[in-house]
């Protein structure tokens, strides 16, 4: 996925700064990168919309997301480096981007998206455990992945998948180590199948209470004579 985000150069810095920025609307960010003649230079301070960003952040492709920066008669390919978020609000308070170059691999997270069924959840009673839900790859910025699909409808009881099962794809390639777990089908543990048991138990042997009538204290009262 790409996108579009206007930025505005900021001469002045500090908090005092920050909180006026933040007052009309804009977050602080700042520009990382390799210069270039006639582009912007490494560590620019700009301004940027925080509702754009975190658009961009919050799509599918999220952090990876190829951005078109365009700073007055400048236009840049970046990525998000850093953003930091109020821990209260959820409010977007920073930002930082670097410039791509586009020639240039550079690595990735990309998610990892499992496809289908297991045989072995299906048919078998076992239990998938994906463990690894992010992989590290290496490709080119235009190249980069927004997910990675798994198709585990195959996969039977013992069965796994690593990094190395993977088929190759001439786009990226995988820079997580081969061993690596992905998702593999397992036996459910015993403690996972013992509350229904207890559960079951408990209904079939416990027995109606039985409510027995009381002694009254006139029943215990000793007759007069």
Partial sequence: MEATLLAEKRESKGKNEARRLRASGRIPAVLYGARSEGQTPDGTSVAVDPREVMRILRSESGVNTLINLKLGETERRVMVRDYQVDPITSRLLHADFYALAMDRALQVAVPIVLKGESQGVKLQGGLLD???RELQVECLPADIPEHIDID??????????RVRDLPVNPKWKPVTDGDTMIVHVVVP????AAPAA???AAAA????EVIKKGKTDKD????KK
């Fill in 220 to 223: 215990e009262e000793p007759a």
């Fill in 189 to 192: 543990r015993a403690e996972d």
């Fill in 198 to 200: 207890e559960a079951g």
């Fill in 152 to 161: 585990v409808s195959e996969l039977g009881l013992h069965q796994s998948v």
């Fill in 130 to 132: 994906f463990i690894t």
């Fill in 205 to 208: 042997g416990s027995e109606p």
